[in-house]
């Protein structure tokens, strides 16, 4: 599992983890939004009224209402990210990596009113009688790059299981099981059963779901994290202060928080960004696709307000709540991951200044230390081994203790470059556990007890996860049968259902962070022809925009 971990860490380093690859994502929406003289500020009231239906007429072509298509959209991208995403971001890049999130998404509102307006424009009509449409269409019949096209298509395939599958049951599963000990098997098999009586039903039962659920359970998670942001009111103008206050300095460490550059925080920011409002990735335009609507534009326009209902809105919630309860930066009991967990040789005390700092060079990739290469002796659960320290989730990992399934372990463990072998012994996983700092659905679980429901506040966010994920999960499996479709045809449809519903339940059980790792990876392979392909039709899209912005102020 570390060598997996390893190897796609190391693929995503240089493309989504990349500073070029953030570069070409925010310079695109950039790009665009001066382009369009600034679209997302212009057409934003012009925009809601689209999607509240005045201007909706039955009889244009289309499987989905503007409403509709923007909550299959948005149950497609407020999912994680929006909980276990923006969690992640702060963990690595500390608050400032909220602002980075933030300027993704008001320049990403941009990018995804173009990249919808394309796809919709040359979307077609399958040989079932329904619409498929994105950015493979447009790649195609404009750009005539069927090759773009194809590539497009099977990173769409690929996302789907990287972005709206393994990442999404397994933040539930893990989500529940740490809230009710729900094991986490049993949480996948109950959901891959419901997701496949869904995504069965095909563009229209996701749509009647999505439009039910994406209202009831924004509405149900904002008055949460209100609660607890009503909770800790004295501490919101500090959390905004640590947005925007650091964004050009790093974040120093405090707490168990071993600090972050400015490099890390922007990179993760504008990484996880895109993970959470997908603006960029051509993802929703698949579902914006079906919409009824005889002017593309106007569908774009309904897009543009997803980045801020994702991310501008959902997530900077969900961000000063980690920030202002404090959450952020301690440390809890917990089991350790496996790919999150390093064993330093030397002895370093996080209550001695100069080793703390030496231990967080090497966190933040300034200064490596040694790493511990030999065997761990265990006897009672109780590490014997001297001289080594142990991290765990980028900070000093403290109480730590070995066991297999609930008993202490008595052996030795293999440790090969910092890297822990952990055996499993009479089927009973061998692992660690101690107190660490907490990342993804974990770390927003404990921030949402700091508030006026006290523990009861944990259940908050696997009721959240178990809405927001599902959702998101069902809307993917319609982006990949439409690639599926583009590619192979309407037969080869129920085929790719079943592998995903049978990916879908074996990520409920896989390790977290080889899941991430992964999602980072096909959401770069996704985005970068997309990206490409947006840039080369710039003229096209303004031409198409003031065109149909004259058209609507002649009627107004």
């Not at 909980?83 to 690595?92: D, E, S």
């Not at 730590?400 to 009973?428: C, F, I, M, W």
């Not at 980072?520 to 198409?544: C, D, F, Q, R, Y």
């Amino acid at each position: 599992m570390q060598e997996l971990n390893n190897i796609l860490s190391l693929i995503d380093s240089h493309f989504g983890g990349s500073q070029w690859f953030v570069f070409l994502l925010l310079g695109t929406g950039l790009f665009f939004t001066v382009y369009l003289r600034f679209p997302q500020v212009r057409f934003f009231r012009h925009a809601l009224k689209v999607v509240s239906g005045k201007y909706d007429n039955k009889h244009d072509i289309g499987d989905t209402s503007h409403f509709q298509a923007l909550s299959t959209a948005l149950s497609g991208t407020v999912g994680t990210g929006n909980i276990a995403g923006v969690a992640l971001a702060i963990h690595l890049g500390g608050p400032s990596a909220l602002f980075w999130m933030l300027m993704t998404a008001f320049l990403g509102m941009t990018t995804k009113m173009v990249e919808v307006t394309l796809s919709h424009k040359y979307r077609e009509q399958t040989e079932d009688g329904t619409i498929s449409g994105g950015p493979m269409y447009y790649m195609k019949h404009r750009l005539h790059m069927p090759w773009l096209a194809a590539l497009f298509a099977v990173a769409t395939i690929f996302s789907s299981f990287g972005t709206g599958c393994l990442p999404q049951i397994n933040s539930i599963s893990n989500a529940m099981f740490s809230s009710f000990g729900i094991r986490h098997y049993i949480t996948g098999a109950i959901l891959a059963v419901l997701l496949a009586l869904i995504v069965i039903g095909g563009i229209k039962r996701i749509a009647l779901v999505s439009e039910r659920l994406i209202p009831f359970m924004s509405v149900l998670y904002i008055m949460g994290a209100v609660s607890v942001l009503a909770y800790n009111y004295d501490n919101i103008l500090p959390a905004f202060g640590a947005v925007f206050g650091n964004i050009f300095s790093g974040t120093a460490a405090s707490g168990g928080f071993l600090g972050a550059t400015v490099v890390w925080a922007f990179n993760r920011g504008v990484n996880r960004g895109l993970f959470s409002n997908e603006a960029g990735q051509g993802s929703a335009p698949i579902a914006h696709a079906a919409a009824k609507a005889e002017e593309p534009v106007s569908e774009g326009m309904v897009a543009l307000l997803e980045p801020f209902i994702d991310t501008i809105v959902i997530c900077l919630i969900t961000g000063l709540v980690l920030i202002s309860s404090g959450a952020w930066m301690e440390k809890y009991d917990n089991q350790f991951q496996q790919a999150d967990t390093v064993v330093l040789s030397g002895t370093y005390q996080e209550k001695i200044p100069e080793q703390k700092a030496l231990v967080s060079g090497h966190i933040l990739g300034k200064q490596p230390l040694p790493l511990f290469t030999g065997t761990l002796q265990v006897e009672d659960g109780k590490i014997l081994t001297t001289g080594i320290t142990i991290l765990h989730a980028r900070s000093f990992a403290e109480d730590v203790r070995v066991k297999s399934g609930k008993e202490s372990y008595t052996g030795s463990l293999a440790v090969q470059n910092g890297n822990v072998a952990l055996p499993v012994l009479k089927d009973k996983q061998v692992y660690l556990t101690g107190k660490s700092l907490l990342h993804s659905a974990p770390l927003s679980t404990e921030a949402f007890k700091k508030g006026f429901f006290g523990d009861w506040g944990q259940y908050i966010i696997p009721f959240s996860l178990l809405l927001f994920a599902f959702t998101t999960a069902v809307a993917w499996s319609y982006y990949g049968d439409r690639a599926v479709t583009y590619l192979w045809g309407s037969k080869y449809v129920r085929a790719y259902h079943i592998i995903y519903v049978a990916g879908f339940f074996l990520a409920s059980f896989t390790d977290t962070t080889i899941v991430w790792a992964f999602s980072g990876v096909t959401v770069a392979l996704m985005t970068l022809p997309n990206l490409i392909g947006i840039l080369i039709l710039h003229k096209e899209v303004k031409n198409s925009v003031d065109s149909y912005w004259k058209r609507v102020r002649g009627k107004l």
